[in-house]
């Protein structure tokens, strides 16, 4: 009798201690922030130039309707959105200027980043007008650059995302190859100066990749969806050189909407 009186006893010990957790447990789930929003930031992979239709009051910064973040929050409509990504960024401009809408209350974010840090635009234009030594020169040094000094900015940018947004899901985005090697294109640079840009594509995947994954981020290949949408592929989704110059070598629309969105809106 008095061992089935404390076997009594202490069961209904821990139901009312659980009891008690789960109810502490469901009042501190009540006080955290519902983290719905989502900012899109990053530089003009994000902003969609190439994409064109161009909110004028995003200057030169070149924010598109058409660019993935914009076509993801018409079909999802987060609580909030907010786009800073600017045409040009580089990693230290993220952190200065682009962080300011994260908050606990954030749910989604999303980042192209490090292409201009390694020098995209120089190297595309000493590829396009000075020749093939000088384009693997030039692409040699920026694989350089992204193997030694990159891994830090992206350090830099990722910390500072995850310590004004902890309650976020961070989605990195990768950046294409530019070029189908032995596909159409009769002139301009030559197959081996093209395999060294796709070279270098790869290397700054590989690095914001493993930068991503180690402070616990997503990343969102877009490699296979630009497949067969390369340069030189007869259908492409990326601009070769234009006039303006600054939509050279960028996603079309096709390639916001095809190549990009697909592989974002699978890692939300």
């Known amino acids: 009798m008095r061992l089935s009186r404390f076997a009594a006893l202490t069961s209904a010990f821990f139901v009312t201690t ?15 922030p519902t983290a719905t929003g989502y900012v899109a930031l990053g530089d003009s992979y994000s902003s969609g130039v ?13 924010r598109s309707t058409r660019s993935y ?7 999802h409509t987060p609580a909030s959105f907010a786009f800073t990504a600017c045409s040009g960024a580089r990693t ?5 200027g682009q962080l300011g809408p994260l908050n606990a209350s954030t749910g989604l974010v999303s980042i192209t980043i490090g292409g201009n840090d390694a020098g995209f635009a120089d190297t595309m234009t000493t590829c396009a007008l000075q020749g093939e ?11 350089t650059y992204i193997d030694n000094t990159l891994p830090g900015r992206l350090d830099t940018v990722y910390s500072a995302i ?19 090697i032995g596909g159409s294109c ?24 493993k930068r991503a994954a180690d402070h616990g981020f997503g990343f969102a290949d877009v490699t296979s969806t630009f497949t ?22 960028h996603p079309t629309s096709a390639g916001q909407s095809g190549g990009y969105l697909p592989v974002f809106a699978s890692a939300t």
Do not use: M
């Open 186 to 209: 009769l002139a301009g640079l030559s197959d081996k100066s093209r395999s060294a840009i796709n070279a270098a594509a790869d290397d700054i995947n590989g690095v914001t990749a």
């Open 50 to 62: 190439g994409a064109g239709s161009y909110d004028s009051s995003s200057g030169s910064c070149k």
């Open 92 to 96: 230290g401009d993220v952190v200065s």
């Open 18 to 32: 659980a009891l008690a957790l789960t109810g502490a447990s469901a009042a501190a789930s009540a006080q955290l």
């Open 69 to 75: 973040p914009a076509l993801w929050n018409a079909a």
């Open 228 to 249: 067969g949408h390369e340069l030189c592929s007869g259908s492409a989704w990326l601009h070769s050189v234009t006039y303006p110059v600054d939509e050279s070598y």
């Open 162 to 180: 995850a310590q004004k947004a902890p309650n976020a899901r961070v989605v990195v985005l990768g950046y294409p190859r530019f070029y189908k």
């Open 133 to 143: 030594s000088a384009c693997l020169a030039r692409v040699a040094q920026a694989r």
